[in-house]
């Protein structure tokens, strides 16, 4: 059963920083990972998705990396600012065979920037 | 707009009576699924669906069924909620159940049983 974690689970960081967020997984048979952006009681934001056969995907400040024989991906937010205080969100899919199992989400690391 | 529409936004019922929590996307995506979110549990797949008329069990399927008759639509059923079951409901889509085109989600349903 595929597991996903995120570390760290909170971070607090000053405006300005450069920063990493980390999530790993237990089964590198996926088809894709996905980084989403969740607002206090809104719906997640697609951010980022990396194919299983890339290495990485950018968009503006935000940057994904993927390692998938070690299980890892690392998401890079550059000179951070107020307005990217979140929860962010990897998931993965899964293929088995014939089609996808399914999406496995991590619990999330919560991000607050300070002005 | 291509979206995943959901609804209710926010809905209160009482143990025991039937609900329906609707999800429609216009983007002709043939992956649906549906989700739960819980403090320090994270998201949870409840149930999702390759295609029409296909549905697979998630992570969670107890105590929800779902149903795909169409493509745009995967409504959620909850034919005899439980307060367990109180819980902030996502809908997503993807294009296929391949790579694909990675997801989108609905803005949630906010559901407490009482």
């Known amino acids: 059963k595929q597991e996903v974690t995120q570390i760290p689970a909170a971070l607090s960081v000053p405006e300005g920083e450069n920063l990493v967020l980390n999530c790993s997984f237990t089964?590198?048979?996926?088809?894709?990972l996905q980084w989403f952006r969740q607002d206090p009681g809104k719906g997640l934001t697609s951010l980022l998705l990396?194919?299983?056969?890339?290495r990485e995907q950018t968009s503006g400040r935000l940057n994904a990396s993927l390692d998938k024989s070690s299980g890892r991906s690392t998401l890079y937010i550059a000179a951070s600012q107020p307005g990217d205080s979140a929860t962010y969100l990897c998931a993965v899919l899964m293929y088995s065979g014939g089609g996808a199992d399914g999406l496995t989400f991590g619990k999330g690391t919560h991000l607050i920037i300070q002005p | 707009e291509a979206q995943v529409t959901q609804n209710p936004r926010y809905l209160i019922t009482v143990t025991g009576k039937k609900l329906t929590v609707t999800c429609s996307q216009n983007?002709?995506?043939?992956?649906m699924s549906w989700h739960r979110q819980d403090p320090g549990l994270g998201l949870r797949q409840i149930y999702y669906?390759?295609?029409?008329?296909?549905?697979d069990k998630g992570d969670v399927p107890e105590g929800y069924k779902v149903s795909r008759k169409e493509k745009r639509n995967f409504p959620l059923i909850l034919e005899s909620p439980s307060p367990n079951q109180t819980s902030l409901y996502f809908c997503a889509s993807s294009l296929s159940r391949g790579p694909g085109r990675g997801y989108t989600f609905g803005s949630g349903t906010r559901l407490t049983v009482v």
């Open positions: 089964d590198s048979a996926i088809y894709n």
């Open positions: 669906s390759m295609n029409v008329e296909v549905t």
């Open positions: 983007m002709n995506h043939e992956y």
């Open positions: 990396i194919q299983s056969s890339q």
